[in-house]
């Protein structure tokens, strides 16, 4: 369980996460990075410029 | 330079590299400037299951796969461009009578990338933030060096990895390498060699090619399967950066090259 | 072109590849034009361990150790060399603000070889007559390309193998490939740099360096042990092909290129 | 056991031999390459220029 940065809800990966896995918070949709696993916790996705195809 | 032609020849096994060569190298002895741009995922693919070094993909999420290109994985793609598919095309060129010379991008910043230095992908069917790709996009081409080459008689034979500007390589998309080298020599015309039929409006028939394929300026392409979708990116990059003319077509025909031109595909 | 410095940089752990990087882009940044050679004995060993490759020696009757290069180890010379090796020195050179260029004897014929169809040799103590032998003798340059080259301000970086008439790959001896460069573009001077202190008299003591070493015209060296033999005859074909000068020097100092060129060795 | 190209004596290789070794002649010291081990058969030894180093 992960609190989330932007409006601290938390919230629950399903599974076993993975590092890098993107969670999205159930309250405000906020894309969230999983960075460390034990103590589990996250910060924002980063925005990625989609380049089609790169 | 005048009428350059830049050839992209795939990596996989139905591609036939010596018959590219061998046509490749005609157009050469006619007069022709040629650059020859290739890729080699088969011999990237069996070198990295001799060293014990697994074979990932990447999955963007507008669902175009890609190459994971960690550090283990970028010393085997160059290792089996630099050692192993380029020697045996100057090997081939050589037997034809053809002076060539390989490069990679790392040769006097010939390919110039930009690092992504992160990725959204899907990985196990999860989407998730990848930081450990070595890949990039092509933002600069030495275009001098290959003139000093088209200008010495001499044939260059490019491929992947480009350098970033701290100096450490980066793999690259042969065929979006190809197309930023033919936009930067101005050349008249960039041939992408295929293992398909061209481009199929039906991927399903192999005699539904589009004799024309008009590509948006912004977006997603119209034909994205079978690796079509970043042909056609790459063909939309080479012409906006003054390609003349982009040639999709069959690289397995007994000649590959001179059929393209002549109008088959 | 006037004042060609060549300089060849061993591939054992000992010679620091980056100090010779350094100190060839400070001549070459000061205006003078240096071609680069390059071996790579100790990244073509680990690569034949990783791939399951035994490496053996010829030894031939008067004494010489070379590689025993069979058809495996062919593969795996030009693997290590043309895709680990040479892309680390382009990157360091890179680092240092020079445009290198990296070539084998396969681009553009640069370094043309005999094979030698059969060796005598001692193998576990027998004599054999040894035929799957993949080496040979440099026999023609391409000095066009390296001018070509050097003209436009590039570093070319050069290792074997090189190409027999036949357009396969041929081993050869990384040390005499640059006394043939050497001789080919009337270098001023050539430097090899081994991983001793320079031509020692006295194997045991490395204070017992000659300042000046006179080879015959014919017929073994005068000094045989730890490698040298071979650079020695090295330095005998550059200097019968018209090189001005032959350096053998240290290069584990910090400034191998810089400190030999100023006479210390 | 083969017999000299050169003057049909009879050559023993000491211990086993293998493919490429040199063998000389006791009778007229003609050196002799194994070409084949089943059966066993030798050819006169190529005269190879030795180039010091090469
Ligand atoms: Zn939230
Ligand atoms: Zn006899």
Same mark, same amino acid.
């Given at each position: 369980m992960v609190t989330c940065p932007e409006c601290e809800s938390s919230v629950v990966p399903a599974g076993t996460p993975v590092i890098g896995e993107i969670v999205e918070c159930g309250d405000c949709a906020t894309e969230l990075e999983i960075i460390t696993l034990d103590p589990i916790r996250a910060a924002l996705a980063p925005e990625i410029e989609e380049d089609w195809g790169e | 330079?005048?009428?350059?032609?830049? @050839?992209?020849?795939?990596?996989t096994a139905a591609v036939r590299s010596a018959a590219v060569c061998a046509d490749v190298a005609a157009a050469r002895r006619d007069g022709r400037p040629v650059i020859l741009v290739h890729g080699g995922s088969a011999d990237i693919d069996r070198l990295a299951?001799?060293?014990? @070094?697994?074979?990932?993909?990447?999955?963007?999420?507008?669902?175009? *796969?890609?190459?994971?290109?960690? @550090?283990?994985?970028? %010393?085997?793609v160059q290792l089996a461009l630099a050692g192993a598919v380029k020697p045996r095309l100057l090997a081939e060129l050589r037997a034809c009578g053809v002076k060539a010379v390989g490069l990679t991008g790392l040769d006097a910043g010939l390919l110039v990338a930009t690092r992504k230095i992160a990725h959204r992908a899907l990985v196990g069917g999860r989407r998730v933030v990848v930081r450990?790709?070595?890949? &990039?996009?092509?933002?600069?081409?030495? %275009?001098?060096l290959l003139s000093t080459l088209l *200008?010495?008689?001499?044939l260059p034979v490019v491929s992947?990895? !480009?350098?970033?500007?701290?100096?450490?390589?980066?793999?690259?998309?042969?065929?979006?390498?190809?197309? !930023?080298? =033919?936009? =930067?020599?101005?050349a008249s015309t960039?041939?992408?060699?295929?293992? !398909?039929?061209? @481009?199929?409006?039906?991927?399903?028939? %192999?005699?539904?090619?589009?004799?024309v394929c008009r590509i948006p300026r912004q977006g997603p392409p119209p034909v994205v399967t079978g690796g079509m979708g970043i042909k056609l990116i790459a063909a939309r990059e080479a012409l906006l950066a003054g390609t003349g003319r982009v040639l999709i077509a069959d690289g397995r025909r007994p000649h590959p090259v001179r059929d393209a031109l =002549? &109008?088959?595909c």
């Open positions: - | 330079m005048r009428d350059i032609l830049v @050839v992209k020849c795939g990596g299951v001799r060293l014990g @070094v697994p074979s990932r993909r990447l999955v963007s999420p507008d669902g175009v *796969s890609t190459r994971y290109t960690d @550090v283990e994985t970028l %010393e085997v450990d790709d070595h890949s &990039g996009r092509i933002t600069g081409v030495n %275009e001098e *200008s010495a008689g001499v992947p990895p !480009a350098v970033a500007e701290d100096g450490r390589a980066v793999n690259t998309d042969a065929d979006r390498a190809a197309a !930023a080298i =033919a936009g =930067a020599v101005r960039l041939l992408l060699l295929t293992g !398909a039929n061209g @481009v199929l409006a039906d991927r399903d028939d %192999e005699r539904s090619t589009l004799p =002549a &109008g088959a």
